[in-house]
């Protein structure tokens, strides 16, 4: 998986190089100059009956307002992806110390956070995302928004293979040697909650990918004067009768499932990604919720001294 | 077992409140709001000069919410600024709307998923099984609004009739079969993929508990275990569900009714946030919530009983 989203970076890194109008290279005389394979720009117009058909010139055609559809495609993937892998990485560490801090802080602490996890958890996702985007525009309310709500699914994870790893005899001989709860958080639990971080990147990667696409598909959040893929479906909806304004979008729009997720033939990859995607979208919250109330005193029985 | 349901309940309480105060502070704080909606009104020629736009402070914002908070629980509430009307009326007429398309793919959801769920379960063939969870699990990750396009799309080569998209139609007045059934189909691929996903990760975890090996040492075949001792179980996998799979209709609604123009709950939704009508934005929110958990509580007492009466397992 890795190795899958390394690509997709270089990916999104490479397009300036792949589609420019501008030179990439120009010797000091003057006489050479390397240019990039697509020499168009991401607003660079064209004329004719628009929106223009696949030709050799512009392998997808263009849009309705004559811009080459391949190069606003590669900027709006590239310009999409960069900024959900930013906010993701800023959202996973959060869920990795509040998730941490659950388990690790002593009683009233770890109650309290719990119970903000919990209420934050019951706030309506879309509309606090449509309140934060009508005060904040583009990366902040992004930003904003992954401090606010999307920590918790993962957090929740996190706390769940924190207290798995608390029950563990390694942890409880630790605690008989005197460790402080600061040195079993950090020494002991931490590294093991990288596999719930390692589990969710996929899911939480693309989830704000297509948030970001969804958003400028609504008309609610906007790149101008840059291109975006949300932007390009809505054109592409309204476009119908030409199948590459819709479908060549849409193929950008679904890179990251295609990359991201597990290939047919590897069943374990397949459970643990179930086994996230069904504890993530919170089917199954209310049901550990039961056991974890009839499991609870075994569960945080406390040591004898 | 009571006690901790109150507890639950007390706690739901407290997220309600939390949510109504939030959000009150969210939408009156920020700029958009109904303060500046109405001054921008009395600006709208073109020559006029544009106001300064400004916000509630906070100690202004929490006066008008100790001043709204007899007027929101009062029969006469406010009125939408965009359609001039009591929002919970124009909330119920969008909520009917959604509606009718939601009781049909709830009733189809649950006839799909437990069968596509148990015939992953219940499959000997690992080929199959695989291929079929892949499946499910990328139609559960593909986002519904591309979903939308892709259906709104064949369907505009399959029926050119009907022109390149489908306009505005709601339950009195829908064109076509056609126009009816895209977006319940585009429902169905996301519900449908989630509760076949559920269903087999329950019969699985199910078909390795004491009782369910022990009928396999006996003799009996996998399809009679599956299908006398842990079908009917799979009641309490729906109760638990129930909530969330309303939940995720309401999630969907927004992308759905936007792309096929319904006029419904989502798309009351983005016009309200779209047109900054915050008495409509602020009910809507706190409505939502409040039949969010109520329907958590309600099943789940639903699911208190009905564990607490259930006999013990007994070898056949």
Known sequence: MLKRTLLLVVLAF????????KPLLVSPSGNVVFRAPIPYGENQFFEGALPLPPSANHWLGTDDRGRDLLVRILYGFKNTFLLSLGVTLATLAIALLVGLLSVSLPAPFNKVILLTMETLGSLPYFFIILAVLSKFNGIESLVILSLLCAWIPTSFLVRGEALRVLSQNYILSARVLGASWMRLGIVHILPNLFSPIRSSFPLVLSGFFYLLAYLHYLGILSFEPHSSLGELLTEGRGNLQSPALIFAPLFATLLPIFLLFPKKGSGDEIKNLQRVLLKNSSHFENLEKFCRQKNRFARFKKLPE | MIPSYLKRISTSFFSLVTVFILTFF?????????QEFESV????????????????????????FVASVPVFFSSHREESLTYKQDVLHVFLEAFQCSLFYWIPALLLTLLFGTFFGGAIAVTENEFLRRNLKAVFLFLFNIPTFVLALVLLFLSSILFPFQGNSVERFGPTHFQSVTQFLLPIFTYLLFSVSSLALQVEAWMTEEAQREYSMGLRAKGFSKPYIYARHLFPNLFQLYLFSMPNIFRNFRILSVAIEVTFRITGFGYLSYLSFMNRDTPLLFFMVIAISAMDLILHLFFEGLTLILLNRKRPYQYA
Not at chain 1, 14 to 21: G, I, S
Not at chain 2, 26 to 34: D, K
Request: hydrophobic share 30%; charged share 25%.
């Open chain 1, 14 to 21: 490479a397009v300036p190089y792949l589609a420019n109008d």
């Open chain 2, 26 to 34: 969210i939408l009156e704080l920020t700029p958009g709001n109904r």
């Open chain 2, 41 to 64: 009104k009395h600006f709208e020629t073109p020559f006029a000069q544009k106001p300064t736009l400004k916000s509630r402070t906070l100690g202004e914002t929490f006066k008008h």
